[in-house]
């Protein structure tokens, strides 16, 4: 590692504040080269970032549980070298665990013993607090109290509707939101490392607190899962009832496709999230039910004026939803691998 | 109008049957062609529909409200002729009637006493049962009860985010359904011709019960608008609460926006559906809560394996509400204007 990485990444976040890097595309080679990056897990995530690291001339280095994965994940050139030997990340000053949640939160512990024990660890699990927890307690009771700090919560804010070996694409990172959540414990030097990997690959840095980000996530991520959801099972017995599913079925336009896209997607995601991120959820789910309630006051009551309202308030706030805000004009361009 | 416009199509629908029209792009042609289309209002739906028209080699007349739309209009080529005067209709055979709901349910005196008398009209509105009650009695009332079963209700279900005089686009309909809800009185031939409109413009045809129709997309179209509305306002209000609203935005990436898109989308033609369609709506709300509820229920309670057993039925459910079946092999090409 350079012994300069500056411009230095924030510091650990106050909770409640929100900081976008100004700087993103910062020179993340000086950090990045001379050592292959590990990644644990070639799916949607891993796969992508193994496709995009590559793209821009590093080395990547790819365990994967089963050795069917590892022969198609060579044919897609997903890394340089994959294996199912935990052995494969020997070297890599940078680990990123791209597995999901419940194998995250409960790894194989010959997984933890391969890790090289100066290694900088991170991951992308969609939720941050038990997993930063968790992390930092297994590298503690392991005999490796010193690489606590080189653990840094992440979270690529992207994704498809795809998952496994095939599902990683190029690009997938850039533009979107890549969350640190670094805690007192968390060593600067580490933080920089993993930023410089979201720079590789053109991603939005951001920094905050755990339990800030799975709060929030809940509200923007875990909800809407939990939401469209509901509605095609509301949809399906309601149409059914009535015989008319079939006329649902037919009717059914791209608003409906849209509002139902991540309810209707991977169970298994849906289900971890709200496993590991229950109490937030349930609060969400509590001020979701008091909305709709009172949207449907206002139609059986017909204040149609308060309706339009309401509506309008919806309007209005979709946008600040939407993008982040452009990056700034004198960012240089990203590097070219 | 040529005596044969065979094949016929369906007679008025029976509760509870879809009937997909499976000879879509039949001989339109001679239905429609030697006297032009009348549109009355050049929004997203009325626009495109002159764009479509006119690229077939129909001639169009629109009327419009304002001289301002008129003007654009003409600049748009969205018609051969735009005026604001209900004179421009005379000669039409077929009048589109493409207003708002609210628009359509009180429509001006000066338009209704426009109406070539032995002209077949037809709507878009989201809602049908008001609307044919609503026209089969004004016609009946203005000395037109022979132009009652001339009226035929309708709804191509296509749309856009857009509205207004700039909002038509060229093949908006193409491979849409476009419904019909003819009724005991509605004239075969009348339902035939816009058939005819609906093959011009590549949609897909199909004819259901007026109360079935309304029923249907209170589930697939009416309820995701206030689903949607309600997460938008709930997500604001709960992050903003923890002081979290900044750091909501700054995550929110696809899935909330999809998921919200028809929420956020033009109050005025969710507020004119919940009015228009207020029972109906009311009892998908019912349905919907019940269907919300019990996944919290679940949440609240771990238990995961139903749950988990919840969201695969909702990621099951979801394709059948995707696309309509492809059109039979044996469809002969669009006609070319």
Redesign the interface.
Known sequence: MPADPSPLPPPGSTP?Q?A?DRTLRSPWRGLLEGQPVGIVGLGLIGGSLGLDLQAAGLEVRALVHREATAERARQRGLASRVATDPAVLAGCGLVVLALPLDRLLDPDPALLQALPPAAVLTDVGSVKQPVLSRWQALLERNGRAGQAGLFVAGHP???TALAGVEAGVAGLFRG??W?ATPDARTEPGALALVRALAGAVEARW?T?DAA??D???A???H?????????????????GA???G???????????????????????L??LM??CN?EA????????????????EL??N?R?QE??G??????R??????S?PPLPPGDPPPPQG
């Open positions: 409640g929100t976008w804010m992207a994704g979107r939101p969350v951001l905050c800030d980000h709060r929030t996530v509200w923007i991520s909800l809407p899962v939990l939401v469209g959801a509901a509605l095609l099972q509301a949809a399906d017995r309601g149409s009535a015989g008319l079939d006329l649902a079925r037919a009717l059914a336009s791209s608003g409906f496709a849209d509002t139902t896209r991540v309810g209707g997607g991977n169970p298994e849906g289900l709200a496993r229950r959820l349930l609060a969400c789910l509590d001020g979701y039910q008091e909305a709709i309630g009172s949207l449907q139609v059986r017909e149609w309706l339009a309401a509506l309008l308030e919806a309007q706030l979709r946008p600040g939803f939407l982040p």
